[in-house]
Structure formats: C-alpha cells, structure tokens
C-alpha cells in the first residue's frame, strides 16, 4: 500500500513538473523541485524505517 502511494506521489510530482517547465515558470519549477526532492527523501526514509522496525528488512 505503501509503494502505491509512493509511486502515486512520483507520478503526480513528475506532471507538476512538465505543467511548470512547460509554462517556463522557472522559480516556481525549482522551488517545486527542492521542495518534492527532499519530501520523496523523508518518505523513503520512513519507509526503510518503518521496514526495518517490523523486521522485514534488513540493510546489512
């Protein structure tokens, strides 16, 4: 469930950013960027979090 909203909010991410870069709307199209970068960066990390605190994955 997980996974689908992950690839659901990449999805949508990508056509916000062919929408912005399309209009040339440039300022808003990198603070887009950096903001949806390091929010895809905190989700992939709770979810490895997540995984590892119920054991059903192990990094080493």
């Given at each position: 469930?997980?996974?689908i909203i992950l690839s659901r909010l990449v999805v949508k991410s990508v056509l916000l950013t062919l929408v912005l870069w399309r209009?040339?709307?440039l300022g808003k199209l990198r603070?887009?960027?950096e903001y949806s970068t390091s929010?895809?960066?905190l989700l992939v990390l709770a979810?490895?979090?997540t995984r590892v605190a119920?054991?059903?994955w192990n990094p080493v």
């Open positions: 469930m997980l996974v209009k040339s709307d603070l887009f960027l929010f895809h960066v979810y490895a979090l119920w054991g059903t």
